[in-house]
Every structure is written in structure tokens, then in C-alpha cells.
């Protein structure tokens, strides 16, 4: 009998344990809210995909978190989490294993925020550029949006389904359009497709520190300049004095001739 048991339970174990990813995953975590960033030609030429994520509400922490990227990305770019709750963010250790056409990371986060971030395939075809992201329903989101990032010189950006929200980022100046799409289930995937063409291969990285780069040569040109009209204006006033004093001691000099020579005649 206590034989029959022992295999049971290993049996369970072991069923568990080859459960696909979907299903380990699904009963574990809920996220309140999964903000998925779409940056082409960022700081390389590919997709940079970016999660900001929040667990929800009654997680217990520390929470095991897994989320799958497509097997033909070799590894994340930033992984990371709170190590409390009232703490940063910052890049924490991961793990990583390959299941079909998934590569899953596991990681661990003692607080609700997280952050996920690697780079996708980005396709060329002249001047042309498609790139095509999936969430492929790791867990149940309350709330999930999705904005893309338009590289500049970018023409004929299109997205499917559309990103119909338009504006302009307050402190980058650059174009990005977003879309909400509510709550999904667990297993629910949602795939973004983008095309846009772009006559220029520089990356966007690049030409914004381009430009604060001459913001700040602007700001210290100008403040060079003001600074000079300002010793001018010194160097004015310090020189009208200097001709006022000696005109003045010119014509003392005058007076006191023409009081000599009328002394003399006396």
C-alpha cells in the first residue's frame, strides 16, 4: 500500500514537472496592469520589446515569475525586479530553458514592478521594415497596452491591429502610438504587427544624443555670449570714467593756467 502511495505522489510530481509552460503558469500570478513597449531601430537594428509589468494586488512575495520570448532570441537584455516592495528596480539573476519555439526566463521579485526587455528580429526588404511581436498569454493581464516608438525619418508606419492613440513623447520629442486592450485571459495571446519605410539606417539612440548634444553646446554658447556682453558693458562704463576723470583733470589744468597768466599780468 505505502508503495502504491510513494508512486502516486512521484507520479504527480513528475506529471507536474512536464506540464508545458502554459499551463504551470497560468494558475501562479495575475498582473494588474503589462505595458509592452515596441522600439524599432532604438540602439540596434532590430525590435526592442520592453515589459513594464505589475503584479497584482494579493501576490505573496517572493513571486517566481515566467515569461517566454521567442527561442530565436539567444537571451534577454534586461531582467529585472524589486527586491522589496518599497524598493528600485534593478536587473536580478534569471533562468533560462528552451520549450518548442519558447525560450522561458524565470526569475524571482520581491516587490509587484518588473521590467523585461530583449531584441527581435527587425526585417529588411529595400527600405522597407516589418516586425511582428507576440504575448503569447503567459498570465491573466487586467489591463494591457501597447505603444510603439516611430523611429525618426519613419513614413507609412502601420500597425495590425491599429495603434490608433497619437502623440508626441514630452521629453524625446519622438512620435509613438498606443492602444489599450483591456484584460486578456491566461493562454490568451495577442500579436502586433508593424511596417513602416525609412530611407536612413541611423538609430534613434544615436540621434538623441546627437541632439542634447547640441542643446547643451547651444545653452553654453549662449551663456559665453552674455557673459562677454556683459564685460563689454564693464569695460564701457570702466572706460567712460577713466575719459570722464581726465577731461576733468584736463580742464583743472586749463583753469589754473588762466588763473596764472591773469595773476602774472597783475
Known amino acids: 500500500m505505502m508503495k502504491r502511495l510513494l508512486c502516486a505522489v512521484l507520479l504527480v510530481v513528475v506529471s507536474l514537472t512536464c506540464l508545458p509552460f502554459s499551463l504551470r503558469a ?5 498582473l494588474a496592469s503589462l ?3 515596441l522600439w524599432p531601430e532604438y540602439d540596434q537594428s532590430a525590435l526592442l520589446v520592453i515589459y513594464w509589468g505589475q503584479l497584482a494586488p494579493e501576490t505573496s512575495y517572493p513571486a517566481t515569475v515566467q515569461l517566454r520570448m521567442p527561442v530565436r532570441v539567444a537571451a534577454p ?3 529585472a525586479a524589486q527586491a522589496g516592495p518599497d524598493q528600485a528596480i534593478d536587473e536580478v539573476d534569471y533562468d533560462s530553458v528552451v520549450e518548442g519555439d519558447w525560450r522561458v526566463i524565470t526569475f524571482q521579485t520581491g516587490g509587484p514592478q518588473f521590467q523585461f526587455e530583449y531584441y527581435d528580429t527587425l526585417t529588411r526588404e529595400g527600405m522597407g521594415r516589418t516586425g511582428e511581436f507576440t504575448w503569447p498569454g503567459d498570465y491573466a493581464v487586467d489591463n494591457l497596452s501597447v505603444e510603439l516608438q516611430e523611429p525618426p ?11 490608433q492613440i497619437m502623440q508626441t513623447g514630452p521629453e524625446d520629442g519622438l512620435a509613438y502610438r498606443g492602444g489599450g486592450f483591456g484584460a486578456l485571459q491566461a493562454g490568451q495571446s495577442l ?5 513602416y519605410t525609412r530611407t536612413r539606417d541611423d538609430l534613434t539612440a544615436t540621434l ?3 541632439n542634447q548634444a547640441a542643446a547643451t553646446t547651444s545653452s553654453a554658447s549662449s551663456t559665453t555670449v552674455a557673459g562677454r556682453s556683459g564685460t563689454d558693458v564693464i569695460l564701457l562704463v570702466v572706460v567712460a570714467v577713466v575719459f570722464f576723470l581726465l577731461g576733468a583733470a584736463t580742464m583743472r589744468v586749463a583753469i589754473n593756467l588762466q588763473t596764472l597768466n591773469r595773476q602774472r599780468r597783475r
Open 191 to 195: 500579436t502586433i504587427q508593424v511596417a
Open 35 to 37: 505595458r509592452v513597449g
Open 26 to 30: 497560468q494558475g501562479d500570478l495575475r
Open 153 to 163: 525619418g519613419a513614413q507609412g508606419v502601420t500597425t495590425q491591429p491599429a495603434l
Open 208 to 210: 538623441l544624443a546627437a
Open 77 to 79: 537584455h534586461v531582467v
